[in-house]
C-alpha cells in the first residue's frame, strides 16, 4: 500500500475529493496546514500595521491506496489541483506497511 | 542500637526532603533561581511539574516502591522490586525519567530483569534509589554490591552508574555506623580513582542529570558545608537536576548529621503519608539488615 | 522504529492515551483532522439551507516506537477505539529511519 | 527523498525556518498539533475548577528534501529548537518514493 499525500489550494479541495470518488477512492483524512515556499504571502492590515503573511494555507489530503493506483490518482490529483500559479502545492509517495479498520479489525488492502 | 534506626530515618527522610526542596528548582539555572528565589531555601512546591507544598516525585516514590518490594519479601528480591516499579509507573506518577520508564517497560515486555548495556545509561536514575538498599544490607559489603547492581540494571546499565551507586550506597551506610568525613572522603577519592571524571575538586557548577556531574554536585556542597540544611541549600541553589542531587545529597547528609539536624520546618511541610511511610520502612529495613545484630 | 498513526473518533482520545499510556508509550503527538469515508457527516443549518457536512471531525494520533511493539500498540489502540460504528476509523504503520529527541541529541529509540 | 518531520515548542517556529533558509530549503508545510510526553501540561482553571490540561501546543514541519541534506538539515535544527528543557521535541526522518510539483508536474527532487 501507499500513501499518497497532496498539499493543495484550500479552494482546490471540492474539485480534488471529486475526482477521487470518481476514480472509486472510499476515504481520505484532510487537514489544514500552512504552507512556505516560493508563493508569497500577501501582506494583511492588522492592528494598523501591514504585516507579510509568511505562511499560506493550504489542504492536505493524506489517502492510502493500493500501489498500483498510485500512478492514476497522481495524475487524477495533478489535473484537478493546478491552476499554473505558484503555489499549486506538491503530491508526495510514501510505503505504509500495514494498514487496519478499526471498526472491523480487517487488515491490508480489505481495510481501506 | 536505637541510634542506628534513627540514623536509617534520617537518611530516608533526607532523600524524601532533598527531592520536595530540589523539585522547586529543578531545570532551572542558579541565575533564574537567584532572579527568582534569592535563595531557595524552604518547601515550597511548585517547580516544572507544578507540584503542592512537600510533595515528592520519582526519586523519593521508586524507593519507596523498591522498600516496598523488600518488605513483602522480608529480603532482597529482584522480581519483587520490578514488579513494583511496574505498579508505580502504572498508577501514572507525577514524573518519570526517560530512560526508567524504557527499562520498566522492558521488563513488562520481556520479563527481563537487566537492560542490555547502552551509551545512554549514564543518567542518575539508579543512583537515587540506593538509600533502602544501602540499609536493607547495611554489615554487609558483598551483599550491597550485588544488591545495587541488580537494582540499577533494571533500568540503568553502565559503569559510571553502576560506579556511583556503590560509592553513594558505601558513604551512606559508612555513615550510618558513625564514620567520620574523612573517612566519607576518602570513599569518593576511591570513586575518582576508579573514574577520573567524578573529580570534584575544581567544582564549575554543572549540575545535570548525567551522573558524573549529580554526584560531583553532591560531594562538592557535602564537604564544603558544616550541616544538613546548609548541605541541601546549597545543592538545590545550584539548579540543573535539582530534586534528584538533593534526594542523593539528602540521603548521605541525613545518615551523616542525623535526625536532630533535619529542619523541623521541613519535616513538617512534608507530605505527611510519605514521611510516616519513609520513616517505617526504614526502621523495618534496619531490622531486616545483616547489621540487626547489633540491635 | 515505525510510526503508528490512528484516525479515531475524537471522544475516544482519552481512552486510547490511557491504553497506550498502560503499555508504557512516552508519548503522542496528535492532530485534528477531518475525514471522509462511508461514515455520512450529518446535515447542518447554514444560512437557511440544509448542507450536507461531508468531512467529519477526527483526531489522529502519531506515535513512534520500537518495531517490535507494532503488534501489541495496534492491538490495544483497536479494542479501545472501537464502537462497532461505521467511521471508527483506521490505523496507519510505516517505517522511520532516524529519531532524534531535540532536547539531549539523543537519537534512535533512545529518543522516543 | 527524505522527509523530515519536526515537532518543536512553538516560539522556535521562526529560528527553525530562519536556520532552514539559510541552508536553502526552498519550502515546507507546518500545521499545529498537540504533544503528549513527560512535558506536564499546566492546570487550568475553568468554571472555578482546576483542570490539567495534558496536551500541550507544539508547531509540527514537515519538509521532503533530497537524502544528501538529511543530516545537515537534522544538525541544523535541532540546534535552533532546542533549550534544553523538557518537551523540546522530536525530529523524526523517513523515506519518500515519489514527489510532484503540482504546478508543472516536474518530479523527482526537481519538484522540492
Ligand atoms: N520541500 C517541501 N517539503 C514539504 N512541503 C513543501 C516543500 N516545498 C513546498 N512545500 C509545500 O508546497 C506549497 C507550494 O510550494 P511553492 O514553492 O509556494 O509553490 P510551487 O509548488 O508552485 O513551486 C508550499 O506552500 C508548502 O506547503
Ligand atoms: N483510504 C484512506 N486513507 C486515509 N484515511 C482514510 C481512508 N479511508 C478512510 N479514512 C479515514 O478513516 C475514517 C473512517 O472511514 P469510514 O470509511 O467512514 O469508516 P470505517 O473505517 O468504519 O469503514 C474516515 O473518516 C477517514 O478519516
Ligand atoms: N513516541 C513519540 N511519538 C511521536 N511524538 C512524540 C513521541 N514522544 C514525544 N513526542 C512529541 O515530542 C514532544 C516532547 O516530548 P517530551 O517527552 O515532553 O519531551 P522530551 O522530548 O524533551 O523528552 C511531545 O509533546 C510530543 O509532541
Ligand atoms: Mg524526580
Ligand atoms: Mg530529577
Same mark, same amino acid.
Given at each position: 500500500m501507499k500513501r499518497i499525500e497532496c498539499i493543495i489550494k484550500p479552494f482546490k479541495l471540492d474539485d480534488v475529493k471529486g475526482a477521487l470518488t470518481n476514480l472509486g477512492i472510499s476515504g481520505m483524512t484532510v487537514s489544514e496546514v500552512r504552507g512556505f515556499g516560493r508563493q508569497k504571502g500577501h501582506t494583511e492590515l492588522y492592528r494598523g500595521a501591514e504585516y507579510q503573511i509568511d505562511f499560506i494555507p493550504k489542504v492536505k489530503? $493524506?489517502?492510502?491506496?493500493?500501489? $498500483?493506483?498510485? $500512478?492514476?490518482?497522481?495524475?487524477?490529483?495533478?489535473?484537478?489541483?493546478?491552476?499554473?500559479?505558484?503555489? $499549486?502545492?506538491k503530491i508526495f509517495v510514501s510505503d505504509i506497511d500495514?494498514?487496519?479498520?478499526?471498526?472491523?479489525g480487517e487488515t491490508g488492502i480489505d481495510s481501506l | 542500637a536505637e541510634r542506628l534506626i534513627e540514623r536509617a530515618r534520617a537518611c530516608f527522610l533526607g532523600l524524601a526532603l532533598g527531592d520536595a526542596l530540589g523539585a522547586t528548582t529543578e531545570?532551572?539555572?542558579?541565575?533564574?533561581?537567584?532572579?527568582?528565589?534569592?535563595?531557595?531555601?524552604?518547601?515550597r512546591g511548585g517547580g516544572w511539574l507544578g507540584l503542592k507544598p512537600g510533595q515528592v516525585t520519582d526519586d523519593t516514590e521508586m524507593s519507596l516502591a523498591l522498600a516496598r518490594a523488600l518488605l513483602e519479601q522480608?529480603?532482597?528480591?529482584?522480581?519483587?522490586?520490578?514488579?513494583?516499579?511496574?505498579?508505580?509507573?502504572?498508577?501514572?506518577?507525577?514524573?518519570?525519567?526517560?530512560?526508567?520508564?524504557?527499562?520498566?517497560?522492558?521488563?513488562?515486555?520481556?520479563?527481563?530483569?537487566?537492560?542490555?548495556?547502552?551509551?545512554?545509561?549514564?543518567?542518575?536514575?539508579?543512583?537515587?534509589r540506593m538509600a533502602p538498599v544501602a540499609i536493607m544490607t547495611l554489615g554487609d559489603d558483598e551483599a550491597l554490591v550485588r544488591c545495587a547492581l541488580e537494582q540499577a540494571r533494571l533500568t540503568h546499565n553502565h559503569p559510571l552508574s553502576d560506579a556511583g551507586c556503590l560509592c553513594v550506597g558505601?558513604?551512606?551506610?559508612?555513615?550510618?555506623?558513625?564514620?567520620?568525613?574523612?573517612?566519607?572522603?576518602?570513599?569518593?577519592?576511591?570513586?575518582v580513582a576508579e573514574h577520573p571524571n567524578f573529580r570534584f575538586n575544581n567544582y564549575h557548577g554543572q549540575a545535570s542529570g548525567y551522573v558524573v556531574e549529580t554526584l560531583q554536585t553532591v560531594f562538592h556542597y557535602l564537604f564544603t558545608t558544616g550541616?544538613?540544611?546548609?548541605?541541601?541549600?546549597?545543592?538545590?541553589?545550584?539548579?540543573?537536576?535539582?530534586?534528584?542531587t538533593g534526594a542523593i545529597a539528602g540521603m548521605i547528609a541525613g545518615a551523616f548529621y542525623g535526625l536532630g539536624a533535619l529542619p523541623?520546618?521541613?519535616?513538617?511541610?512534608?507530605d505527611r503519608k510519605v514521611r510516616e511511610e519513609v520513616e517505617d520502612a526504614a526502621e523495618r529495613l534496619v531490622r531486616l539488615s545483616p547489621a540487626r545484630e547489633r540491635l
Open positions: 489530503i $493524506d489517502l492510502v491506496i493500493p500501489a $498500483d493506483q498510485v $500512478d492514476e490518482i497522481i495524475e487524477a490529483v495533478q489535473k484537478e489541483a493546478c491552476t499554473g500559479r505558484i503555489g $499549486d502545492g500495514q494498514a487496519m479498520r478499526i471498526r472491523t | 531545570f532551572m539555572t542558579p541565575v533564574e533561581i537567584r532572579m527568582k528565589f534569592k535563595v531557595h531555601r524552604k518547601i522480608g529480603g532482597w528480591n529482584l522480581q519483587a522490586v520490578a514488579e513494583q516499579f511496574l505498579a508505580w509507573m502504572r498508577a501514572k506518577p507525577v514524573d518519570i525519567g526517560a530512560t526508567v520508564r524504557r527499562g520498566i517497560n522492558r521488563y513488562r515486555r520481556s520479563g527481563e530483569l537487566q537492560t542490555p548495556y547502552n551509551d545512554w545509561d549514564a543518567g542518575n536514575g539508579a543512583v537515587m558505601r558513604m551512606v551506610q559508612a555513615a550510618l555506623l558513625g564514620a567520620d568525613r574523612f573517612r566519607l572522603h576518602q570513599l569518593t577519592r576511591g570513586l550541616s544538613f540544611e546548609e548541605c541541601l541549600i546549597g545543592v538545590v541553589n545550584q539548579g540543573g537536576d535539582a530534586d534528584t523541623r520546618a521541613w519535616l513538617r511541610r512534608l
